[in-house]
């Protein structure tokens, strides 16, 4: 039982699984092995080697620097600072964006000790004086800790001497007002524009 | 991007994971790769080549016959049969049980197009057949394919001359009656017994 229960001890580590699902999680890798199990362990191994922090962006990718900060179709003038890779995924998803990404890999948080030095913020600040560099949109999370994040990029950015910019806040799209809390209201309320 | 898609779309192929959970549990992988990635894809490899089902008792375990089958120190006159592999690791947890199992499988299911050569029958009636064997308690989940399942087997069973029993059905310990279902209740009350 040792490998098994290695395994299964290891999948309990995840995210969303506990020491239940896990061993749920095992027979269904036991019951396929061939199409499951091993390809999992090979993707794994494959994407542990070769997956690496693009040293430009922090985006994950196994190029540096990464396919987004080398593709030529994309606006090179803007560049959008989130908080995490999956945050560039969310974005890359709604195709909403065109530009490049900059990860900071976290918010800043007494609380959980991390402070501007744990930060990518050295290389964002190098890349905003790019003279190509045109515009910095802050995306972090509409969070106390993510917009106190912003205001001190916002801050850090300032001598550089680029437009500044931060995501829009209020309704959702397909949100019910009943079902928002006062906060978004407020912001939805205050950020009304003609029509 | 390839190897790290290729890692999502497996681990969203997980009981209780899908596409976004996948995608967290991938980031948190690649922030603890040397702790959790390059483990896990060790520990998935190794247990997919050593872990196998037991030919006796289709119990899972590195060594066939398993530890369980040849643990010398466990009742050999009582079979326990059970669903599943995860069967076997519940009452194994709870430490109910000294004898030695027997995993059929699954259960019969018209629905899902499982027959009797499916399960894993043949071998648990050559063993009910030993002069060792004194009984074969039948532990499917109390579920209308567990019970079917239940039934069937003991039919099979009944040229073998063995005693065959069942678990007990009624209140859990613990549970509430203003919580359970009405089936509950009913073989609560059936099977009560003077105190």
């Known amino acids: 039982m040792g490998d098994l229960d290695r395994v299964m001890q290891l999948l309990a580590k995840l995210p969303g699984l506990g020491p239940r699902s896990a061993r749920r999680a095992v027979l269904h890798l036991m019951k396929r092995r061939e199409a499951l199990m091993m390809p999992l362990a090979d993707a794994l191994a494959n994407a542990a080697r070769s997956i690496r922090a693009c040293s430009v962006c922090g985006n994950l990718d196994s190029a540096d620097p990464c ?104 309704v959702p799209v397909g949100g019910e007002l009943d079902y928002l809390d006062d906060g978004t209201l407020m912001q939805a309320l205050r950020a009304r524009h003609s029509v």
Chains 1, 2 share one sequence.
């Not at 560039?88 to 609380?111: D, P, Q, T």
């Not at 106190?148 to 550089?160: G, I, K, M």
């Open 67 to 170: 396919a987004i900060c080398t593709d030529d179709r994309r606006d090179p003038s803007v560049i959008c600072v989130v908080e995490d890779v999956a945050d560039v995924w969310a974005l890359e998803r709604a195709v909403a964006f065109r530009g490049r990404y900059h990860v900071i890999g976290g918010v800043l948080s007494a609380l959980d000790g991390v402070g501007p030095e744990d930060l990518n913020l050295d290389t964002l600040v190098a890349r905003a004086r790019e003279p190509a560099v045109t515009e910095v949109i802050l995306a972090m999370n509409a969070t106390v800790d993510g917009q106190t994040t912003a205001h001190y990029v916002a801050d850090r950015l300032a001598p550089a001497g680029v437009k500044v910019s931060r995501l829009a806040h209020g």
